[in-house]
């Protein structure tokens, strides 16, 4: 065996390519139990991120386990092909070279980009060892797929869950759409906050004789424009201000700070009133001629602010309910390009101005200010860091626009109760996952489905003249039919006419002139419907899933994505079991990402290996966030070498070893070999157990502390002696060749779900005499503990001695190292007294032959004493030193050519026929 795994294990993957190594698995486990882990789709729009690869490695894993023991575990890769990130970067490359497609031309470029990384994902994925039924890999833009999403949305459509409604939605501007909630991402945002006056008028009920003034703070200025309200908070008393002839109503709890920001020296409280007695004041809108009518709402607090809240029904969720309640406008003046637009109403200053922040400057907020000040309403600015939405692809801040969108509701027919209670009845790991996954379907809002793009499946509605839309469940099922064929380019290529050919529609449309709509589905319909699309359609699958595995973030993404469309259409999960992983960050604590220059998976597979890969994905608790760095690989590379050097040790030591031939009786094996197979009994049984838990990172303990300490530090160092200087045919040495041969066996299987190359390697000198054999070590079942047969009492006994050479005997070896009196342990002698009723002593008396291997010493003397506590000296070894086997012996005798040897040795070289 040798290492350079970046070279040599390209031709291992070739060698299982053409052997059908994947075949094979499945062949001999087509009568087991199924396995079904359905495969989250990773975005075709780079390469490999290193996440992505944890991801797969740690499903490759899982796998090889399951089909070890025996499951029929298939895996069916995917690919989310549709979508912003894609049509983003197509759109973006077009732009540069001075095109602009039409939509279908969009399309078709979007589809090759999404095929062109697939062919690259694989290929990486393939590197990294992962084996699947690449031929049966699904494809969210493949036309079948695409009608199982229409069909999908056909049932939400016949079960009255699907409206259209002008509601705020998170909205893009570079990509200019709206956005999912998983599509976005909070990050670290500093913005202006700002305290603005409104002045009231008709305040004669309060018996207030200065100009009264109500007082908002926001860290939006650039909503403004859309203010239509002032909320108070019914419950609170807010206090009068004065300063300078002027009055400024704030809640009681924020008086002082709303003083001090606005550096109101000399400023005095007045009376108090209840924020109820407040509603129904009209409020000037500080540079826009119209009022703000002082409205009420309990979501207003007193943590910042002036506990009033500044309302723009169209660009907040909690403004356009208030909206609702107090019938306003849901009013939104700007247009897809996040510029405000000429309606009659916002400044001629404002218009064409855009709200979109680059580079931390925000044009429309320096404009407002502008105004703000110019109309002296301005009181205070000033820098407020907090936790701000981001679109996750362009990375800027998002702003709420309302806009007509579709929608599903999530409540009605008690939906959202209907998904909690799949929820519960789903095994979530880590078990944090349970609350995430209920917080998230809990807080999140109406579900808007609505794309404003071109690369997506298309939102098979059509309206006629008065834009009266037609939605209809049978139509949609139809079109799935057409789909299916023909995939949706015909949406974008075919007329509302021909799309309805043969299309039987509702009676109070039928003969009327339609026109298709251009929005597309939100993409996590798309991935979200791959349990129905999959699963339930390829007759090598089962559903529900047994096992969905991906990032944390799939709580707010794919898993909930998943669970809605499966309870919706089927009724229940879509799958048993949830695992979650966290995210890769870099040695501070920051998550790596491609867009930071992050390397990807095939560039760590270059450097070092996919089994170095593999083995560090083993090595992390992946239920937290995972640390990255070129120091861990390297610690990583080094507990690889010893799991390798192990493997080569034992093949070493395996020669001309034939289990048919040579072979030792369980009942005869010495006792060290008996305790060496009782060990490995443990250890099997412990890693079983992680690995049916999926903690591969306690899996990798043991290996490491297995290979380390059990067999490197202790078992193969007392083996030495016997394996080395005793002949080939004594019975030490062949029973601990079949103690080796077992362990070895069991090792190799034990590793070969993370160390897929590797383990195969060894697996193929042991079995083939060479580097690659047919006889991979991926179809051989997993270890049982009824595969170690040994004495428990012998190995019992023998665990107990060397944990007494560990605590007592060791000790004043060290001690004479240091004191240069000895350099190897061989040099020593070891004296031990004690009390012959102890039974310490007896076990001692009992393996005294043992002890000097067992101790890695040349002599070993117990002797009985009177009284008192054990105990343990060491002293230089007595008599001559034996160049061969380097043991201490009272005396050296002749062997030929080979000088003086010790008797033993003397032996040895006899058996061989060397003298």
Not at 197 to 225: A, K, M, N
Request: charged residues 25%; contains cysteine.
């Amino acid at each position: 065996m040798r290492g350079n795994l970046v070279k040599r294990e390209p031709s291992r993957l070739e060698h299982w390519r053409n052997m059908g190594l994947y075949e094979k698995i499945q062949a001999k486990n087509a009568n087991g139990p199924a396995f079904i882990l359905h495969d989250g789709p990773p975005f075709t729009n780079g390469d490999v991120h290193i996440g992505t690869a944890l991801n797969k490695i740690l499903k490759d894993s899982i796998l090889r386990y399951k089909s070890m023991q025996g499951f029929r575990a298939p895996y069916v890769p995917g690919w989310d092909c549709h979508g912003l990130p894609i049509e983003f970067k197509v759109t973006k490359d077009l732009r540069e070279k001075g095109k602009d497609l039409p939509p279908h031309q969009l399309r078709e470029a979007c589809a090759d980009f999404s095929a062109s990384y697939i062919e690259t994902q694989r290929s990486q994925f393939q590197r990294l060892g992962v084996l699947a039924d690449w031929a049966e890999e699904y494809k969210t833009m493949k036309p079948e797929y695409e009608a199982t999403i229409l069909r999908t949305f056909a049932s939400f459509v016949e079960q009255g869950l699907v409206y259209r409604s002008k509601k705020p939605v998170y909205w893009s501007i570079p990509c200019e759409t709206a956005l999912a909630e998983a599509e976005v991402e909070y990050q670290d945002h500093v913005s202006p906050s700002i305290w603005v006056r409104f002045e009231i008028s008709g305040h004669q009920f309060l018996h207030i004789e200065d100009p009264l003034y109500i007082v908002i703070w926001t860290t939006t200025p650039w909503t403004l424009p859309a203010n239509l309200a002032v909320a108070v908070h019914p419950d609170l008393e807010y206090v009068e201000v004065q300063h300078n002839g002027a009055t400024y109503l704030v809640v009681q709890q924020l008086a002082e700070s709303f003083i001090q920001s606005c550096s109101l020296e000399g400023a005095t409280l007045g009376k108090t009133h209840a924020g109820r007695e407040l509603e129904s004041l009209q409020a000037n809108h500080p540079f826009i001629d119209r009022k703000s009518s002082v409205v009420l709402a309990d979501y207003v607090t007193t943590e910042s602010g002036t506990g009033c809240v500044h309302i723009a029904p169209g660009h907040g969720l909690d403004d356009y309910h208030t909206g609702l309640k107090y019938n306003l406008d849901i009013y939104c003046p700007l247009d897809d390009q996040g510029c405000y637009v000429d309606d009659g109403q916002v400044p001629a200053e404002l218009i064409g101005v855009s709200v979109l922040e680059t580079k931390g400057k925000c044009p429309a907020n320096s404009a407002v200010l502008s105004i703000l000040k110019e109309k002296g309403a301005l009181l205070a600015v000033k820098k407020y860091e907090h936790s701000y939405p981001h679109c996750w692809r362009s990375k800027t801040p998002v702003v709420f626009r309302a806009m007509d969108q579709w929608f599903v509701s999530l409540d009605a027919h008690h939906m959202r109760e209907k998904v909690l209670k799949q929820i519960d009845q789903v095994k979530w790991t880590p078990d944090a996952g349970i609350k995430r996954i209920r917080s998230a379907v809990e807080t999140r809002p109406d579900w808007c489905i609505s794309r404003q793009r071109s690369w997506g499946v298309p939102i098979p509605v059509f309206y006629d003249e008065d834009k009266n839309p037609l939605l209809d469940a049978d139509v949609i099922r139809s079109l799935a039919d057409k789909v299916a064929q023909s995939g949706t380019n015909i949406w974008f290529e075919q007329s509302a006419k021909d799309l309805l050919q043969d299309v039987n529609l509702p009676a109070e449309f039928d003969g009327k002139k339609l026109t298709k709509g251009g929005d597309t589905l939100d993409v996590w319909i798309d991935s979200g419907c791959s349990h129905r699309a999959v699963l339930q359609q390829n007759e090598k699958l089962s559903w529900p899933a047994d096992l969905y595995l991906e990032g944390s973030d799939q709580h707010r993404g794919w898993f909930q994505s998943s669970i809605w469309t499966a309870v919706i259409a089927d009724g229940s999960a879509p799958y048993k079991n949830v695992v979650t992983h966290g995210f890769i960050v870099d040695e501070k604590g920051e998550k790596i990402s491609k867009s930071k220059g992050a390397m990807s998976s095939d560039g760590w597979v270059k450097k070092y290996g996919a089994d170095i890969m593999r083995l560090w994905v083993a090595s992390q608790d992946y239920r937290g966030d995972i640390r990255l760095s070129e120091n861990h690989f390297k610690l990583i590379s080094n507990v690889y070498r010893g799991v390798r050097n192990t493997l080569m040790y034992q093949l070493g030591n395996l020669a001309g070893f034939d289990p048919e031939k040579n072979a030792v009786n369980p009942a005869d094996l010495t006792p060290i070999d008996q305790w060496a197979l009782m060990q490995t009994a443990a250890f099997a049984g412990r890693v079983t157990t992680a690995m049916e838990a999926y903690e591969f990172h306690r899996a990798y303990q043991e290996i490491d502390r297995f290979v380390g300490v059990t067999l490197s530090r202790i078992y193969h160092a007392i083996l030495k002696d016997r394996l080395y200087t005793y002949a080939p045919s004594w019975k030490e040495r062949t029973s601990s060749q079949t103690a080796i041969y077992t362990i070895f066996r069991a090792l190799v299987r034990i590793i070969a779900p993370v160390l897929t190359f590797t383990a195969d390697e060894a697996w193929s000198f042991h079995t083939g005499g060479g580097e690659l054999a047919d006889d991979s070590i991926h179809l051989q079942p997993w270890p049982k503990t009824s595969d170690f047969t040994y004495d428990p009492q012998i190995a019992a006994d023998i665990d107990a001695l060397i944990n007494f050479r560990e605590e007592r005997v060791n000790l004043p070896l060290e001690k004479l190292r240091e004191e240069k009196i000895i350099g190897a342990n061989l040099e020593a002698k070891v004296l031990i007294m004690a009390k012959e009723e102890e039974p310490l002593f007896k076990l001692l008396k009992k393996y005294a032959n043992d002890l000097p291997e067992l101790f890695i010493v040349s002599q070993v003397t117990v002797d009985a004493k009177a009284e008192g506590e054990v105990e343990v000296s060491a002293a230089h070894a007595d008599g001559e030193r034996c160049p061969r086997s380097w043991r201490w012996v009272p005396k050296l005798v002749s062997a030929g050519d080979f000088g003086e040897v010790s008797p033993r040795d003397h032996d040895a070289l006899k058996a061989l026929n060397l003298i």
